[in-house]
């Protein structure tokens, strides 16, 4: 069989780097298409200070190195969204946003996107105050007054973030207790982030930019008034997952793509890894994800594993 590209993998971040490495290693002809310009969510991380290797560097340079390094291995589509897939028994036919291409195998490594509020005045001043990105935008917001909501680890990091650069920072989680390392919630307090617990955000509200957020304590029922000038909001990620329903892939109650050890999902030629898989959702165990669903691809393109 002639193939366009003998491995397709869908979303250039982490996972999809690393497979297209163990893929193109392997000896196949591979392409990686994003719909963006690479790198996923891990783009947005201020400091990684987890990834062997690295005391601390930027998520933004983290993810450059690993394109630079699965370049040399793959064909990189940036801006070349996947928007169908069709399997036959052959082969895989990827529908793009420029075309239609022939592949042996995919590798779909969609990732997540950030979890919404849901609330009042959320959506309207999305851009105007409320943000998803404290490295994308905490700038805009030095020397004045920011909420962020939520309790993990990845808010508590970028809500640190947002006070080194100058924000006044309240941090607001529905719990009394952070989900967040240990180390991270000391450090939090140390800098003098404020805490607000037990409350979630009910309504954001301004004119042309956010003023302010309406507050609900889970336990009291109370309502109060919080002046801010910028929402950042990380509750956590939901997968990107449209491509596989498409497809007929099978799913958790969670709606993240079920797989086995190797990366392989329930449809022949189709295999996943990365955040999309759900579990820990960390940069190096998508990576070893990545490089087991490339290795396992490799059978059904007739090829042998060199590991």
């Not at 075309?99 to 990732?111: D, E, H, P, Q, R």
């Not at 943000?131 to 700038?139: E, L």
Request: hydrophobic share 40%.
């Amino acid at each position: 069989m002639n193939y366009d590209y003998e491995v397709a993998i869908v979303g250039a971040g982490a996972a999809g780097y690393s497979a297209a490495i163990y893929a193109g290693r392997s000896g196949a002809s591979v392409a990686v298409f994003d719909k963006g310009m690479g790198g996923g969510l891990a783009t947005e991380a201020p400091e990684v200070e987890n990834y062997p290797g690295f005391k601390s560097i930027g998520g933004v340079e983290l993810m450059e190195k690993m394109k630079e390094h699965a370049s040399q291995y793959a064909e990189m589509r940036f801006g070349e969204e996947v928007t169908d897939i069709e399997i036959e028994d052959d082969k895989a036919i990827i529908t793009t946003t420029r075309g239609k291409y022939n592949v042996g195998a995919v590798i779909l490594c969609t990732g997540t996107e950030h979890r919404k509020l849901n609330v009042k005045g959320e959506q309207e001043f999305a851009g105007r105050g409320v943000s998803y990105c404290a490295t994308c935008d905490g700038f805009f917001f030095k020397g004045k007054k920011v909420a962020m909501v939520g309790g993990g680890s990845s808010a508590v990091i970028e809500a640190i973030y947002l006070k080194q650069i100058g924000c006044d920072v309240t941090l607001i989680h529905r719990r009394d207790e952070l989900r967040a390392e240990k180390a991270l919630e000391d450090e939090a307090k140390e800098k003098g982030i404020n805490f607000i617990w037990n409350s979630v955000v009910e309504e954001i509200f301004g004119d042309e930019m956010v003023k302010g957020i309406k507050i609900k304590n889970v336990k009291t029922g109370e309502i109060s008034t919080l002046e801010v000038d910028g929402v950042f909001v990380s509750i956590g990620e939901e997968p990107q997952n449209e491509l596989a329903k498409k497809i007929g892939l099978e799913l958790d109650e969670a709606g993240y793509i079920k797989i086995d050890e190797m990366g392989r999902t329930n449809v022949e030629r189709v295999f996943a890894a990365g955040d999309v898989t759900g579990g820990v959702r960390q940069i190096v165990t998508a990576c070893a994800e990545g490089a087991k669903a490339a290795l396992a691809s490799m059978k059904v393109i007739g090829k042998r594993s060199p590991y």
